[in-house]
C-alpha cells in the first residue's frame, strides 16, 4: 500500500512563529487530507487537497501530485495551534475508499 | 447541521468480553469509515461501509466487525477483546464512493481491563 512521511515529527515554537510541515507519500493519489488532533482526541479537518494550493486564515496547504507530496504552511502560530498535525492521502486500487495516514507532527506552541 | 456523532463516548470492558461502538453519520453522507488509533500505533484503517455494503476492510483479524443500517448508520463489533484492542476508534463519513472528504466524530474511547 501507499507509504506516508510527515516531517518533522516534532516541533516547538514561540508564538508568532512561522512553520512549514511536510507530507511525502508513495503512490498517486485521488484525495489528501490534513487534519489537526487536538488534546482531546478530536480530528479536525484542515484541507481537503489533491492538487493545487488552498488558504484558510493563517493556514494554508499545497499539493503537488506529480511529485508526491504536501505542504502546510502556519503562520502567526498560536497555542492553540499545539497538537498533532496528520496528512492522509487515499490512494486508488486495492486502497479505494481508505486514508492512510502519517505518522504525523507533533507541534507544541510557547506562549 | 449535526456532525458525525458517535456512542458510547468511553467504553470499559474486560479481556474476552464484546464491545459495540455506533456511529451516525452527517446528513446525506452514505460511507461510513472506522479507524483505531491504538498508543504508538497510529491510525489505521479498519473497515468501510457504503450503502449497506462493505467495500473494504484493514488488516484486522475478523473479531472486528460491523455492518451498516438502512439509515446509513453503522456498529463496530469487537469479539473477544484482548487488551491490545484498547484504543481511540473514530468513525468518518463522506458522500456516497466519491473522493469527497472524511468527516470524523469525536470517537470512543476503549479501555480493556
Known sequence: ?111 | EAGVTQSPTHLIKTRGQQATLRCSPISGHTSVYWYQQALGLGLQFLLWYDEGEERNRGNFPPRFSGRQFPNYSSELNVNALELEDSALYLCASSFRRTNQPQHFGDGTRLSIL
Do not use: M
Request: proline share 5%; net charge neutral; glycine share 10%.
Open chain 1, 1 to 111: 500500500g501507499i507509504q506516508v512521511e510527515q516531517s518533522p515529527p516534532d516541533l516547538i515554537l514561540q508564538e508568532g512563529a512561522n512553520s512549514t510541515l511536510r507530507c511525502n507519500f508513495s503512490d498517486s493519489v485521488n484525495n489528501l487530507q490534513w487534519f489537526h488532533q487536538n488534546p482531546w482526541g478530536q480530528l479536525i479537518n484542515l484541507f481537503y487537497i489533491p492538487s493545487g494550493t488552498k488558504q484558510n486564515g493563517r493556514l494554508s496547504a499545497t499539493t503537488v501530485a506529480t511529485e508526491r507530496y504536501s505542504l502546510l504552511y502556519i503562520s502567526s502560530s498560536q497555542t492553540t495551534d499545539s497538537g498533532v498535525y496528520f496528512c492522509a492521502p487515499k490512494a486508488g486500487g486495492t486502497s479505494y475508499g481508505k486514508l492512510t495516514f502519517g505518522q504525523g507532527t507533533i507541534l507544541t506552541v510557547h506562549p
